[in-house]
């Protein structure tokens, strides 16, 4: 299993920088901070949850650029370059750009929630959310354990089905009814675990306005506070930034020339945060 590099961190560390690291991803759309936003994710995500799993990821992510950038050619009529006509419709070279950037940004924002599903378990969010926003927290923490659970019962109840040779499905109508009886198990099967989980935390105090515990004790340290700090110091530096950037650049009715420019270093700069504390823990073990 892949070693979590912020794991030795306050979770306040990790949420931070991956919040504010796909708050940019959606604030910025340009295409060099989308091109940055994307490696750094992609990197990010090599470091917390391994490069096979993030290589596995690739291809639909891949995919999602092309739907994405597909879709915005084929509605989108603005643009000064025609590529060529389908039909009476003109497939323009800026809608394509256009949506190229915005399959990138979606995929970088997929890519860092999947890195900060892999840094914050719940009790980490529930730690550091728990007595400020404890039913978001709780939200959160529930969605996190019950979409995987959900997905392994439906494995499970599609295998019992299928140990069945009588309920084998034949024709593509019964392999639909096939995947609606499963979804009618999983949610009979949810509600009934609702009911008794509604039951437990109340019986646990929950809801009570007393201020909560946790699973954990989290201290902030001086390597934390130096970490967000300087975290702090480049999301500073960054908006004024970025929004210069993303102000000059328009994709319609053509996009301007791309310059080589020194504000996007600062951007770069924390993008490097995992593989520098990935490095660091890999030089002290080495040691």
Do not use: K
């Not at 759309?29 to 992609?42: D, E, H, I, K, W």
């Not at 354990?145 to 019992?160: I, K, S, T, W």
Request: hydrophobic share 50%; proline share 6%; with cysteine.
């Amino acid at each position: 299993m892949q070693h979590n590099p912020f794991a030795s961190y306050h979770p306040a560390v990790a949420f931070t920088f991956l919040v504010c690291a796909a708050a940019f991803a959606m604030a910025a759309m340009q295409p060099v901070y989308v091109a940055l936003s994307l490696a750094g994710s992609l990197v990010c995500s090599a470091c917390v949850r391994g490069a096979r799993r993030t290589a596995r990821q690739l291809p639909w992510l891949a995919a999602t650029v092309c739907v994405v950038a597909l879709a915005n050619t084929l509605f989108a009529n603005e643009g000064e370059t025609v590529l060529f006509y389908l039909g009476p419709r003109a497939m323009r070279l800026e809608a394509l750009w256009y949506g190229l950037c915005a399959g990138g940004m979606l995929a970088a924002v997929f890519t860092w929630m999947s890195s900060y599903a892999a840094c914050m378990d719940s009790a980490a969010t529930t730690a550091l959310l728990g007595n400020v926003a404890p039913t978001i927290s709780l939200m959160v923490s529930q969605v996190m354990r019950l979409v995987p659970q959900f997905a392994r019962r439906g494995r499970l109840v599609e295998d019992v089905a299928a140990a069945v040779p009588a309920a084998a499905p034949r024709t593509a109508r019964e392999r639909v009814r096939g995947h609606l009886r499963t979804v009618s198990v999983l949610v009979g099967w949810g509600l009934d675990d609702s009911l008794g989980r509604s039951d437990a935390m109340r019986a646990r105090g929950y809801g009570c306005g007393c201020r909560r515990t946790t699973y954990r004790r989290y201290h902030l340290g001086r390597a934390d506070v130096t970490l967000l700090a300087l975290i702090a110091l480049l999301v500073a530096v960054n908006i004024p930034l970025a929004a210069i950037a993303v102000g000059q650049y328009t994709f319609y009715p053509a996009p301007p020339r791309l310059i080589v420019w020194w504000g996007y270093l600062p951007y770069a700069a924390p993008m490097v945060l995992p593989v520098a504390l990935t490095a660091r823990e890999w030089l002290l073990w080495r040691r």
